[in-house]
């Protein structure tokens, strides 16, 4: 009988389709087209990418796997995609709190980067950075800052996602002198970063009240270059538009739109302030929106019509903007939660977005959002293998009656056990394995004390 049995199982080996990796979990969260959640659920991972999806009875018959892990108290979910931030920043956390954004931005932020801002310092901004968003489950991160090239190096250190932008601004800044030294900077970098299979290097001017129109339409020339994206911050605030509207006779959409700066794939972070016919041409033209509800409260910039956008299906994405003030930190768990909050609370409405968009908006549409829904944001055949394990078995995740209500409104950031980005484990059992943690903790305290006596 014995024989019997092994003959079959040699037989059954030699037929399965070989795997490095199977994950399986209690629940598998795909965020496919048909949104499955599959009890006992598994995911094979070959190389780089996904092969195959399904119950884990069905996945373990059919692949032959070098490697396993098996959570049977975690959610199996797409890794977490954030559309926008300034990783760097996390060493100014809390630099200048409860301020008004211009008031932050040019007394403090602005001043706060001229004397501290160098490569050295956007390394271990970023490393910490990375550390914060991987441990919290986020795969895929959209950066503006300076020194881009150094944050793309530190991303792949990691082992980390990103669509990293290079930032272009009016005045002079510690990587460029002018805009046009910054856009030779770019150009260079996106070279240098062309078909990497991590880093999506991307061109970022920072607004269109930091840029002049010259500055913005060769952004847009330099990104179709390149087949790049353009990433830009976008209605942010009232001022930024009655500006706008009293200088230009046009809301800073419609500015955009008439230089042809959003013919091609644009990020543009926040729109709290457009109206109809802005949504009209944002989505016209396929510009990804990223939504960041903790700084849009923080810095109590405005609600962003995202119920309104969403019901135009727009491709909005979360975010959760910088550290310094507008957040403080990294959690992509916290912008869902909020999300969904904020949209109820200003709608007076608790149905308008559901836990289910809220979770949509930080997977397969934040990858719509970027571009990407092709490559990453659901569990499917084919598709990049970035995924999360998080755990269900603390106080606040049980009993669970739904999964998907318990990923929005009861886990946390640290409930995140494990990631995996295109096919390589990077965090195991709630432990980075590609960075070195206790060297940057250190770095970030002598940050701390570099960075305040600048400021005396
Ligand atoms: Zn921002």
């Given amino acids: 009988m014995l024989r019997i049995c092994s003959f079959f199982l040699f037989i059954a080996s030699l037929s399965a389709e070989s795997a490095d990796w199977i994950w399986s979990a209690r629940y598998v969260i795909t965020e496919d087209a048909q949104h499955r959640v599959i009890e006992n659920g598994a995911v094979a991972i070959r190389a780089d990418r996904i092969v195959g999806v399904g119950a884990r009875a069905e996945i373990d018959a059919r692949f032959q796997a070098a490697h396993r892990l098996d959570r049977p108290d975690a959610i199996l979910a797409p890794g977490l995609i954030d559309t926008h931030t300034h990783a760097a920043m996390s060493l100014f956390r809390g630099i200048a709190d409860d301020k008004k954004l211009q008031d932050w931005l040019n007394n403090y932020i602005f001043p706060a980067e001229a004397k501290n801002v160098t490569p050295d310092f956007v390394r271990w901004g970023t490393r910490l ?65 062309r078909n990497d299979p991590l880093v999506t290097a991307a061109v970022a001017p920072h607004a269109l009240y930091t840029n002049s129109d010259e500055t913005l339409i060769a952004a847009r020339a330099l990104a179709n270059k390149y087949n790049a994206p353009l990433l830009i911050h976008l209605s942010e605030t009232r001022q930024e538009n009655d500006d706008s509207l009293s200088t230009r006779h046009m809301t800073p959409t419609k500015v955009l739109d008439t230089l042809g700066v959003l013919t091609g794939r644009t990020v543009a972070a926040h729109c709290v302030w457009v109206d109809e016919a802005d949504m009209a041409i944002l989505k016209a033209r396929g510009v990804g929106i990223a939504h960041c509800p903790s700084s849009n409260m923080k810095l109590a910039s405005g609600v962003a019509p995202v119920v309104r956008m969403l019901a135009l299906d727009l491709p909005v994405g979360l975010g959760p903007d910088g550290p310094a003030g507008s957040n403080n930190d990294f959690n992509m768990f916290e912008e869902m939660d909020l999300a969904a909050k904020l949209a109820k609370v200003t709608t007076l409405n608790p149905e308008v977005l559901p836990a289910s968009t809220a979770l949509e908006m930080a997977t397969i549409r934040g990858a719509r959002a970027l571009g990407m829904e092709k490559e990453i944001g659901s569990l499917e055949t084919g598709k990049r293998a970035d995924l999360i394990l998080v755990r269900v078995d603390r106080p606040n995740a049980v009993p669970m009656y739904d999964p998907i209500s318990q990923m929005v409104y009861a886990l946390k950031g640290e409930d995140v056990r494990d990631v995996m980005v295109n096919g390589k484990p990077v965090v195991r059992d709630a432990r980075i394995l590609t960075l070195n943690e206790a060297q940057i903790l250190q770095k970030a305290a002598e940050y701390r004390v570099k960075v305040s006596a600048s400021l005396k």
């Fill in 129 to 193: 950075g990375c550390l914060e968003m991987l441990l919290g489950g986020t795969t895929t991160f959209t950066d503006m800052y300076y020194f881009e090239d150094v944050v793309a190096e530190v991303a792949k250190e990691a082992g980390m996602r990103g669509v990293l932008g290079e930032t272009i601004i009016k005045f002079p800044v510690a990587d460029a002198k002018t805009p046009a030294e910054a856009l030779q900077f770019t150009e260079k970098y996106l070279t240098r970063f």
